[in-house]
């Protein structure tokens, strides 16, 4: 194994917005700074947007309900976008996806940029709606996301419920590449989280050299579908 070299970090605010290609031979970490944050991430193909994440394949796939290490995200051709190589937490929530404009101000009330600048009221959809049109894309390139460092579990009369402190401070979760992959992200506060104060929590993001994934790698023999995923990747990186 080649000696990971960190290219470049940077720290998220809570409740912004952020992209960058990660490309084959990289990872992406994610650390929870303070404890309590909510990441939510969508990925595309860096070279072709309309492959994209696709959450129903990603979980019926390799027959799960949450991303853990050793989980891998599809895209919708049936190849590997990104894949967990680390991961201190154990639980990330692909199901609830972001909150909308309706339920902050539903919540919290309004404050609008002009009445309070930079710490006025996000929200995730929008806030991703931005950070794709960085890269030429509208809402109708809107996809699933998960939302890494939260955990929702469904309860014995059938309802989802939010798992407060599921992450601690430092903990951190690592995004390996599997083809040039367009990661992007917000980190406003998770839909379900019960809190009565609009929450703000930052996330650190660094990019890491890494090695290419073999056939005797832990995200490929998770599950024999994800053998073939990462042969049907491979064939598509010549």
């Not at 290219?7 to 031979?25: D, F, M, P």
């Not at 909510?38 to 390799?62: P, V, W």
């Not at 991961?87 to 996806?97: K, R």
């Not at 309070?116 to 709606?129: I, K």
Request: proline fraction near 3%; hydrophobic fraction near 35%; charged fraction near 25%.
């Amino acid at each position: 194994m080649s000696e990971s070299k960190v290219l470049c970090e940077q720290v998220i605010a809570g409740g912004w917005n952020y992209s960058r290609i990660v490309k084959r031979g990289q990872k992406i970490r994610l650390t929870d700074i303070e404890g309590g944050a909510n990441a939510s991430l969508m990925c595309y193909n860096a070279h072709n947007f309309t492959e994209r994440f696709n959450l129903g394949d990603t979980l019926k796939i390799q027959h799960i309900c949450r991303i853990a290490k050793n989980c891998c995200l599809y895209g919708d051709m049936g190849r590997i976008l990104l894949s967990v190589v680390e991961d201190t937490v154990g639980w990330h929530d692909p199901l609830c996806g972001c909150t909308h404009a309706s339920l902050i101000k539903e919540r919290f009330g309004e404050k609008d940029y002009q009445s309070a600048h930079n710490d006025f009221y996000r929200n995730g959809y929008d806030s991703l709606l931005v950070e794709i049109g960085k890269h030429g894309m509208t809402k109708r390139d809107f996809t699933e996301l998960v939302n890494f460092f939260s955990k929702v579990v469904v309860t014995s009369d059938g309802k989802m419920t939010f798992v407060e402190n599921n992450s601690k401070p430092g903990d951190y979760v690592e995004l390996r590449a599997e083809m040039d992959t367009l990661v992007v992200i917000d980190t406003g506060m998770h839909p379900l989280n019960p809190s009565k104060e609009y929450l703000r929590k930052p996330v650190k993001v660094e990019l890491i050299t890494c090695d290419i994934a073999g056939a005797e790698d832990p995200c490929f023999t998770w599950c024999p579908e994800n053998g073939r995923g990462f042969i049907n990747t491979a064939n598509y990186n010549l």
